[in-house]
């Protein structure tokens, strides 16, 4: 592609206008757009009390360090709680949370009652093997059910986690382990991919073989393979987080409270990891949620990994469809292949079974979704936008964008202040 093509495509001035139909039901209109003209702190703060916060903030943004935002100053909230129990409180308990369908053919149904029983025993177990609040857990799974109990039975304790893409190498793991200074690992003994079985857990075991932070590597069992196995190291899910009670109080934290580290894949240097913190973030993507769907919408299908920040916002947030993307062939072909298969349409019956208003993309879709290496092709907005700005609620923060995130993680002290750094 030429210097001069390039450059046609970075000046864009045509406007599409969205059908009026579609505009009519829209949950944000043109006069969002007016309020956020107006008094833009004034608009974030209405979307901010979307979620129940256990103590209000005093101060919308302090963005007197430029370009250090910090968001909603003093409040405290629950990121589990927000996603999980105040769903149950309202009566919703017996409605569906996850419809998950697995490439050989199991199907669970889990409601918000259920979802908030099992990452109560998550959270307990994570617990018991010794994670606390500022901790940092590594979660190395492909798309299952306990994935989601165990992202959010992290922010249930205050513990940041840490998403690993399951078809990454063992040195891309361990580096991520590295640098946030993981205590635990989640991971699996292995996952289906197009008929055959991926044996994760020795890539696990290579990753955490000489890592001084990890002290227990915790285990789901998904194929039932054999797997090599260190007694004193690892400790299958079933066995831990079985047994646990399932009730469990959740603690508010500072909105400036870690929530996760998601690193970017390192195809251009090392992988650098970004920090989100809890207010901010869970705001965005509520008012990304909220204006994304119809009131009268059913499902949402989640056709992200999530490793990916899209994938962890949707899935963290009133998450309705889950379906084993890269592990389940809803997503066929790979980035960067010449020519691809189509990307969706594998499983027509996930669709016939549960009705969704809409799909979500993260930018590999459109990237697999390529046919010829150059081809200039779409972008959702969604997936392109959610990266925002430092002064928008949920947008990096350059200052935590750095090739040791863990150095913000490990500032915290369980009551999410900052202590000053050692001399």
Not at 35 to 43: G, K, M, N, P, S
Not at 248 to 258: G, Q
Request: contains cysteine.
């Amino acid at each position: 592609m030429s210097n001069e093509t390039l450059s046609n495509l970075l000046n864009e001035e045509r406007r599409f206008e969205p059908p009026a139909q579609l505009a009519a039901a829209a949950n944000v209109t043109a006069d969002a757009y007016r309020q956020a003209e107006t008094d833009r702190l004034a608009f974030w703060e209405a979307q901010a009390n979307r979620l129940a916060w256990a103590q209000p903030w005093t101060e919308a943004l302090d963005w007197s360090n430029r370009p250090f935002a910090k968001w909603f100053i003093g409040g405290k909230l629950n990121v589990a709680y927000n996603c999980v129990d105040r769903h149950v409180e309202a009566g919703h308990g017996d409605q569906v949370a996850i419809h998950f369908e697995g490439e050989p053919g199991d199907t669970r149904t889990i409601t918000y009652a259920d979802l908030q029983r099992e990452v109560s025993k998550a959270a307990n177990a994570l617990i018991e093997l010794g994670v606390g609040t500022g901790d940092r857990v590594a979660i190395y799974m492909p798309m299952l059910p306990e994935t989601v109990f165990a992202m959010l039975a992290c922010a249930r304790i205050g513990a940041p986690h840490s998403v690993v893409f399951a078809a990454f190498s063992s040195e891309a793991l361990r580096s991520r382990i590295d640098d946030a200074g993981a205590k635990v690992l989640i991971t699996v003994d292995g996952y289906n991919r197009r008929g055959a079985v991926a044996n994760l857990k020795p890539n696990a075991d290579a990753a955490v073989d000489g890592a001084d932070s990890i002290e227990k590597v915790l285990v789901v069992r998904r194929t039932g393979h054999e797997v090599p196995w260190n007694a004193e190291r690892d400790v299958w899910w079933h066995e831990a987080v079985d047994r646990q009670s399932d009730q469990h109080t959740p603690e508010a934290f500072d909105s400036e409270h870690p929530l996760f580290i998601l690193y970017t894949s390192g195809t251009t240097g090392k992988p650098k990891g970004i920090l989100h913190t809890t207010g901010g973030y869970l705001t965005q993507v509520s008012y990304t949620h909220n204006a994304s769907l119809r009131p009268q919408a059913r499902h949402r299908r989640v056709l992200v990994h999530r490793g990916r920040r899209l994938g962890d916002g949707a899935l963290v947030h009133r998450l309705r469809t889950a379906v084993e993307p890269r592990d389940a062939g809803a997503l066929r072909g790979h980035a960067g292949h010449p020519a691809p298969g189509p990307v969706l349409g594998e499983r027509p019956e996930v669709q016939d079974q549960h009705p969704v208003h809409r799909a979500d993309r993260d930018p590999d879709v459109h990237e697999v979704g390529r046919r010829h290496p150059g081809e200039v092709r779409p972008v959702l907005a969604a997936a392109a936008r959610l990266g925002g700005r430092a002064d928008q609620p949920g947008g990096v923060d350059l200052g935590t964008a750095s090739t040791s995130a863990a150095s913000a993680a490990r500032s915290w002290t369980p009551g999410g202040r900052p202590r000053p750094a050692a001399s």
